[in-house]
């Protein structure tokens, strides 16, 4: 069992950063791959970025390539989303994920067994 907690969510301006953490609790979570998805109001949730247990593989939206870096410290139990010249369209709920133990990083909901409740990221114009 994975508990996750999302946060570092807020309000920036465009060109702006923030730094997502998720917390996990569970003796499962340094064999997982995180990911990290968005849902804005009346779109469906789309994956963002993922990374595999070992930090060895990572996967990112097109969108946000260059400037989106997933990251993980297993020995923090923690997974991060640095977000670097956000924009209006980024403005989301996102969550973290995690799947069952080795697997590889999953592009799709059904692929992740435990979700956070999400942190609210707003980006202005």
């Known amino acids: 069992q994975v508990q996750l907690l999302e946060s570092g969510g807020g309000l920036v301006q465009a060109g702006g950063s923030l730094r997502l953490s998720c917390a996990a609790s569970?003796?499962?979570?340094?064999?997982?791959?995180m990911g990290w998805f968005r849902q804005a109001p009346g779109k469906e949730r789309e994956f963002v970025a993922g990374i595999n247990w070992s930090s060895s593989s990572t996967r990112y939206l097109d969108s946000v390539k260059g400037r989106f870096t997933i990251s993980r410290d297993n020995a923090k139990n923690t997974v991060y989303l640095q977000m670097n010249s956000l924009k209006p369209e980024d403005t989301a709920v996102y969550y973290c994920a995690a799947t069952p133990p080795f697997r590889r990083v999953g592009l799709r909901d059904h692929e992740y067994d435990y979700w956070g409740q999400g942190t609210q990221v707003t980006v202005s114009s």
């Open positions: 569970g003796r499962t979570f340094s064999s997982a791959a």
